[in-house]
């Protein structure tokens, strides 16, 4: 129980430290330059971030757009797996063990033209932090799909993607 307790207080502690550089507009840009440069480049931005939420904008320009004039899916599809993978990033912050995340699948639906700015919102931040603490205790890689829904500025849904992440106890090195 007291180890429980301990481990709970690390990663609220963690979760707290991530939030704390990962909203920072500052930092969030050097990250995406250093770790993301087509999402640097792209414009993508941590709209919000909670414990069970990301919010991660972007918006129709000239590197976003497509001959439609709208934006192009790809960069839709990079701003809706971003808005999951904060998520991952924030629980996987300074985990020990460390777990490494990784992209294995992905499905969309586009139900509407993306223009302007697309919100993309991903609700499932405590089934994230369940894979992942399941993934710490076992020692068994998990998998989890990961709903992120884009909505254009009037809130009309534009895209819906569900992206499948796995976690992977990291090996010794």
């Not at 939030?19 to 709209?47: D, E």
């Not at 971003?82 to 990033?89: I, R």
């Amino acid at each position: 129980m007291h180890t429980t307790v301990l481990l709970s207080m690390s990663v609220s502690a963690s979760v707290a430290a991530f939030r704390k550089i990962i909203t920072n507009p500052v930092k969030l840009k050097l990250f995406l330059f250093k770790n993301l440069p087509m999402a640097y480049l792209a414009g993508i931005r941590i709209k919000s971030l909670t414990e069970q939420e990301a919010q991660v904008t972007i918006e129709y320009g000239y590197l976003t757009k497509n001959p439609f004039k709208s934006i192009y899916f790809a960069c839709l599809g990079m701003a809706a797996e971003m808005a999951s993978g904060v998520l991952s990033m924030m629980y996987l912050h300074k985990a020990q063990p460390s777990v490494s995340m990784l992209v294995t699948g992905m499905e969309a639906q586009f139900t509407k033209k993306a223009v302007g700015v697309i919100t993309f919102t991903c609700t499932d931040g405590a089934a994230i932090a369940a894979a992942v603490r399941q993934t710490q205790e076992t020692g068994q890689g998990t998998s989890l799909h990961a709903l992120s829904i884009g909505r254009n500025e009037q809130g009309e849904e534009v895209a819906r993607f569900t992206i499948t992440w796995s976690y992977k106890v990291r090996g010794k090195k």
